[in-house]
């Protein structure tokens, strides 16, 4: 498309992303000085559609951002009154203690929220300083300077013919230049990936690690609900298949979060993380629980698992990445949202200095300075070695050496095991389908388990089906000839939404049902998909995740 004339305008910073990295950003830029061009734009329909986490928020970020939020009226009203966590049998529970837990575990002094209505809040927080707000537009391109730099985005492409041609209808956007740009994409955005590739950041470190996180929303009867009340567990039904745990979260007017996630570097194709999921809720613990209620909503994200040892570098010429496009999340606490802001924070201090400076185009080296000596990097090394020790010997082993990690270095800021490495990537983890047996799921119930589209239209999802597709494929024939045969094809499988099917040896993408979850992106164990924006606004439309 480079035949194309666009429009460019011009800005101090461009943010690419409404997250609260992005928004906290934003706000930080414009508390410091109010005459800074600062523009956020974002793919989602409006600020808060494509954010969905679990989430019990540490307000630490918050704290240091706007330290006044809760007389400004910030949606966290439901502080964590009770943490509960269970090894999980198929017909029963054990209930691990908090006592013997490192203090950093404790949710003492955490709220239970939605991240996209706080993020809402924060964009109206944003925008009362100033911060210029553009929903629906999907930045499908980076734009680079003469010398190399990352100096902007395209923006707000509109009406591409299905096979990505030009046509009579098609808007072809505009380019916002920036003095700097900022990548707060969440997990594995296009655009960050895109900058790690080209200047290779991922050097010297660890590969990142995922894992897919899949929530409902319920109502349940008043009698059960105990609002404030977290409960998090681990083992059936994934037992030695895979990582991963669920966490179940009273919120207020009766309502639940019950979420899943499952590690992504399982070793066997046929596992089917959705139904996994979908099998959870009947344990006669969650069962029980959830008995006469409804299912509101659901939605589908990937999580950064990485930590401390997979950050890449998070500069480059003209560009910073924040967020969960650096990986951020404490995997042990499943917080990353209080890093995500204080990341914005940094980044935003960092560019500050620079303009004031006269400096443009290049490296922001003293954000990720920041990032890595200050709170974040202090939270995130002391539990480095969770999730490599999780992958190397399992649960029960994990939680004994883990926590024993965890006080070491809690109380003398050194670890036995030194930093332990990740090996492989979760594509490189998958195994031919040979070494496996199928799993047999049962058939979901439609009470309290339910099949992939029917849920999928929980998310509000949509997408304009006349345009070109956004996952792409590097090789039309690598799902049939490579993946078919060698692995069982796991993205009829791996992917939360339904998106892939195999019909008639045809390798299908219905890709109107894309979460915007990015796990093909990453599981794929042939890395012959690629994850792209679809048209701004498309995409799902989460009320309160």
């Avoid at 997990?187 to 894992?211: F, H, M, N, T």
């Avoid at 996994?276 to 069962?287: G, I």
């Avoid at 999928?456 to 949509?462: R, Y």
């Avoid at 045969?485 to 339904?498: D, H, L, S, T, V």
Wanted: charged fraction near 20%; aromatic fraction near 8%.
């Amino acid at each position: 498309m480079a035949e194309i004339e666009r429009e460019s305008m011009e800005y101090d910073v461009v943010i690419v992303g409404a997250g609260p990295a992005g928004l906290s950003a934003a706000i930080r830029l414009k508390q410091m000085d109010t005459d800074l061009n600062v523009v956020v734009l974002e793919k989602g329909s409006e600020v808060g559609a494509h954010i969905l986490s679990g989430a019990v928020l540490d307000p630490s970020g918050l704290d240091a951002l706007i330290p006044d939020w809760k007389d400004k009226g910030a949606p966290v009203t439901v502080p964590v009154k009770e943490d509960n966590f269970y090894v999980l049998g198929e017909a029963g529970q054990l209930r691990v203690p908090n006592w013997p837990m490192p203090p950093l575990m404790n949710n003492h002094g955490n709220y239970i929220v939605s991240m996209g209505n706080v993020c809402r809040w924060m964009a109206e927080q944003a925008e009362e300083l100033g911060v210029e707000i553009f929903p629906g537009m999907a930045c499908s391109e980076l734009v680079y300077g003469d010398n190399g730099e990352v100096k902007g985005v395209v923006a707000g492409v509109f009406g591409l013919e299905a096979d990505g041609s030009i046509g009579p209808n098609t808007e072809p956007g505009m380019e916002l230049h920036g003095k700097y740009v900022f990548l707060s994409e969440g997990v594995r955005g296009s655009l960050a990936k895109e900058v790690i590739a080209k200047y290779d950041l991922q050097a010297g470190k660890e590969p990142q690690k995922y894992g897919v996180g899949m929530k409902e929303i319920w109502e349940i009867d008043q009698e059960k609900h105990r609002e404030g009340t977290v409960t998090h567990t681990m083992g059936w039904p994934l037992g030695s298949n895979a990582g991963g745990g669920s966490f179940i979260y009273h919120l207020d007017n009766n309502q639940v979060y019950v979420g899943f996630v499952v590690h992504l570097n399982y070793k066997n194709p046929y596992l089917f993380p959705y139904m996994e999921f979908q099998r959870f809720k009947h344990h006669p613990m969650v069962a029980e629980l959830l008995k006469g209620g409804k299912r509101v909503a659901y939605g589908a994200r990937a999580i950064t698992e990485g930590g401390y040892q997979s950050m890449p570098k998070m500069v480059a010429p003209g560009v910073a990445l924040l967020g969960c496009s650096v990986g951020m999340v404490n995997v042990p606490r499943i917080k990353g949202n209080h890093n995500a802001m204080l990341s914005g924070k940094a980044a935003a201090e960092a560019a500050y200095d620079a303009i004031k400076a006269e400096r443009s185009g290049d490296e922001l080296t003293s954000y990720e300075e920041e990032v890595r000596s200050g709170p974040i990097g202090k939270d995130l090394k002391k539990v480095r070695n969770v999730k490599p020790m999780w992958s190397k010997w399992g649960l029960m082993p994990s939680l004994a050496l883990g926590g024993l990690d965890m006080w070491t270095n809690n109380l003398f800021g050194l670890s036995l095991f030194g930093t332990l490495r990740h090996g492989k990537t979760d594509a490189a983890a998958t195994e031919s389908a040979n070494k496996h047996k199928p799993i047999d799921y049962p058939k979901p119930d439609g009470t309290l388990s339910f099949d992939r589209l029917t849920n999928v239209s929980f998310s509000m999802t949509n997408h304009e089906e006349s345009q070109p597709a956004h996952l792409h494929l590097a090789d039309l024939d690598v799902p049939i000839k490579v993946n078919m045969p060698k692995y069982a094809e796991p993205a009829q499988r791996y992917c939360p939404a339904g998106v892939y099917e195999v019909v008639d040896d045809k390798f299908v993408i219905n890709f109107q049902n894309c979460v915007h979850c990015k796990t093909c992106d990453i599981k794929d164990p042939s890395q012959n998909i690629t994850w792209v924006t679809p048209q701004g606004g498309d995409g799902p439309n989460y009320p309160n995740m």
